[in-house]
């Protein structure tokens, strides 16, 4: 079974540019949240999505956006760069979410850096 | 908020030695679960723990629920050089779509 895949793995952008990062889920599994990891913050949750809808969102500015396809696979954009979102992006997904305690199984990241 | 506190932050140690780490919170989780990372990978899932007071081994691991379901421990035995990573608790809640993950922990164990 395939896990979840994040692509691009790597990614270099400038200040103001926009990116736009995606995931693939395991298959069957409908929702999926992304994460923020940096070494002063650790993992912080960004928003989580379940049937292409939106069911929450952490404390991150409108920058920050998401949205998933019917096939369950999601992407996630972010607006006008800053310095400070250079991080490790995560996406996890799992059968119907996290407030039923499922399992969440990781992507291996995508990693943003921003000159 | 919820939030959850990881101790310590960091621990090196020989290889052999037992070693337990903390997650602690103000607040009541309806589940508690415990991830493994390494360099360059995603969080693994270890175990999910969801009843007060539970105890569940996985080989030299050994994860504890306190009975309030506020605070969680991961106890390794002997650990070995495999064990090298961090060390992510993350706490639910019953009607919320999103996990509260701890700070971590890393982990080093020297041969």
């Known amino acids: 079974k395939a896990g979840v895949t994040q692509t691009p793995r790597y990614l270099i952008k400038t200040r103001g540019q926009q990116v736009t990062l995606s995931c693939s889920p395991i298959?069957?599994?409908?929702?999926v949240s992304w994460y923020q990891q940096t070494p002063g913050q650790g993992l912080q949750f960004l928003f989580e999505?379940?049937?292409?809808?939106?069911?929450n969102k952490g404390n991150f500015p409108g920058r920050f956006s998401g949205r998933q396809f019917s096939n369950s696979r999601s992407e996630m954009n972010v607006s006008t760069l800053e310095l400070g979102d250079s991080a490790l992006y995560l996406c996890?997904?799992?059968?119907?979410?996290?407030?039923?305690?499922?399992?969440?199984?990781f992507g291996d990241g995508t990693r943003l850096s921003i000159l | 908020t919820q939030l959850l506190e990881q101790s310590p932050q960091f621990l090196s140690i020989q290889e052999g030695e037992n070693l337990t780490v903390y997650c602690n919170s103000s607040?009541?989780?309806?589940?508690l679960q415990w991830y493994r990372q390494e360099p360059g990978e995603g969080p693994v899932l270890l175990v999910t723990?969801?009843?007060?007071?539970e105890v569940k081994k996985l080989k030299r691991l050994t994860f504890q629920f306190g009975d309030a379901r506020k605070d969680s421990s991961l106890h390794i035995t002997a650990a070995q050089p495999g064990d090298t990573g961090l060390y992510l608790c993350?706490?639910?809640?019953?009607?919320?779509?999103?996990?509260?993950f701890g700070s971590g922990t890393r982990l080093l164990v020297r041969p």
């Open positions: 996890a997904s799992s059968l119907d979410g996290q407030g039923s305690n499922q399992p969440q199984h």
């Open positions: 298959s069957g599994h409908r929702s």
């Open positions: 999505y379940f049937s292409e809808t939106q069911r």
């Open positions: 607040s009541v989780f309806s589940s």
């Open positions: 723990v969801v009843t007060g007071g």
């Open positions: 993350a706490g639910g809640g019953d009607s919320s779509y999103k996990l509260i």
